[in-house]
Nanobody, 118 residues
Framework: QVQLVESGGGLVQPGGSLRLSCAAS????????MGWYRQAPGKQRGLVAA???????NYADSVKGRFTISRDNAKNTVYLQMNSLKPEDTAVYYC????????????WGQGTQVTVSS
């Protein structure tokens, strides 16, 4: 079982920055992949960024060059650094973890609101 707790959301102006944190209840060394998803009003939930246990990363085209996903294994935490924020980045951001052993399981955080507005 993995519990995920997000923090760092809030209200920022266009062009501003935020860093989201996702703290896991156990070592992320044993988690295959972690990522951030978001869901904006009127849109489907979609992948923003993901990082695997070997450090490989993947980003949605809409955030490439602006967002960076990283991890701190010692703190059991994954981060999403968001720069040059745009109003269209406004969404609820969810942390996600995928465990493949001993079973295939998915875990989700409660979500944190990010609002980009002047």
């Amino acid at each position: 079982q993995v519990q995920l707790v997000e923090s760092g959301g809030g209200l920022v102006q266009p062009g501003g920055s935020l860093r989201l944190s996702c703290a896991a209840s156990r070592s992320i060394f044993s988690i295959y992949a972690m990522g951030w998803y978001r869901q904006a009003p009127g849109k489907q939930r979609g992948l923003v960024a993901a990082i695997t246990s070997d450090g490989s990363t993947n980003y949605a085209d809409s955030v490439k060059g602006r967002f960076t996903i990283s991890r701190d294994n010692a703190k059991n935490t994954v981060y999403l650094q968001m720069n040059s924020l745009k109003p269209e980045d406004t969404a609820v951001y969810y942390c996600h973890a995928r465990v493949v052993a001993p079973n295939n399981d998915d875990y989700w955080g409660q979500g944190t609101q990010v609002t980009v507005s002047s």
